[in-house]
């Protein structure tokens, strides 16, 4: 079992920049997918940004040239760069794992980027 601590979600403005960090209960191995998800009141969970050893990224159109995701393999630490924030960026974000074929879910961290 793998426990995902979000923080660093708040309040923004547009044009504005947040840091969100996800801190996990166990080491990362080579073999992890992680990745950061949202999803906004009335809509579906969607991928924000994921990343697999070593450090391949991948991001939908929305994310790209936007976000960054990046991780700290000695701090077991995941972190998603929010820049140019938009209102239609408003979510609850949530930190993601796949490992040994289980997924493991954050318990989200609210972004709220006002016009």
């Known amino acids: 079992q793998v426990q995902l601590v979000e923080s660093g979600g708040g309040l923004a403005q547009a044009g504005g920049s947040l840091r969100l960090s996800c801190v996990a209960s166990?080491?990362?191995?080579?073999?992890?997918?992680m990745a950061w998800y949202r999803q906004a009141p009335g809509n579906q969970r969607e991928l924000v940004a994921s990343?697999?050893?070593?450090?391949?990224?991948n991001y939908p159109e929305f994310a790209r040239g936007r976000f960054v995701i990046s991780r700290d393999n000695s701090k077991n630490t995941m972190y998603l760069q929010l820049n140019r924030l938009r209102p239609e960026d408003t979510a609850v974000y949530y930190c993601?794992?796949?490992?040994?074929?289980?997924?493991?879910w954050g318990q989200g961290t609210q972004v709220t980027v006002s016009s």
């Open positions: 990343i697999t050893f070593p450090n391949r990224t």
């Open positions: 993601y794992l796949l490992r040994d074929f289980f997924n493991y």
């Open positions: 166990s080491s990362f191995s080579m073999d992890d997918t």
